[in-house]
């Protein structure tokens, strides 16, 4: 029965976890993590852990699948990942000088939020309205939103992908689909540091978990990402938005039962 029920959770854990990333450069941890906790019982830094290392390669294939459809940019996405690397470290710091707060609960509104906004108003820019913006002014304004997003990240705890999807979405006027795979190839990097941080720290995974987690998520992320790639702007944004609003929805339920 305890199998069973691990199955369970680690697959649909696994499938949200998934299809947010490959659709919307979603972190794993805002969905695997407060499954695991709340249905597992299990210990909450181990949660993150698990949810991190699941990432990984769920965001690693979904860079892949975007940059195999020309929907990356590499060079920009790299210096936001130094800003937002280095400003996590930061804002960590300082939250860990400041009383416990519930801020972290306000990634997972965000996400609801989110959702609802791809459907109401869906991200129609073009490639070639992209193009009109200026390399150096892009590179500027890629470190100071990652400035931003490794602060808000470090101090919330979460929220990482969400914040790069809606920054690169409003402030840097990505196009949809370059905005998920900017921000998955990203996460790629944010999550592998984070994984190796935390079970450095922490104690090994429970491995069956881990496991089931890692390989639910990857197989998720491809499916997403292959459809996301091959869709039009109107049926993405659509798509994006319903994922978000879902998984939003689930996810402020569960921490509620918690």
Known sequence: MEWLLMIAVTFFAGMGAGLGTGFAGMSAAAVISPMLITFLDMDPYMAVGIALSSDVLASA?????????????????????????????????IASLLPPTTMGTFSVFMTFLLGIKFIVKPVMTTKESMQNTSAKKRALQSVLCGVLIGFICGFVGAGGGMMMLLILTTVLGYELKTAVGT????????????????????????????ILCVVFTFLWAR??????????PETLNRATGIVLVVLGAVIMLFTFLK
Do not use: E
Request: hydrophobic content about 50%.
């Open 61 to 93: 294939v979904s860079a892949y699948t975007y940059g195999k459809n020309k929907n990356l940019d590499i060079r920009n996405g790299l210096i936001m990942m130094c800003s937002v690397l280095a400003f996590t470290v930061v804002g960590s710091y």
């Open 183 to 210: 921000s998955v190839f990203i996460m790629t990097f944010t999550a592998l540091t984070g994984a190796v941080s935390h079970f450095a720290i922490g104690s090994l995974p429970d491995w069956p978990v881990w």
């Open 223 to 232: 499916v997403a990402a292959v459809f996301a790639n091959k869709a039009k």
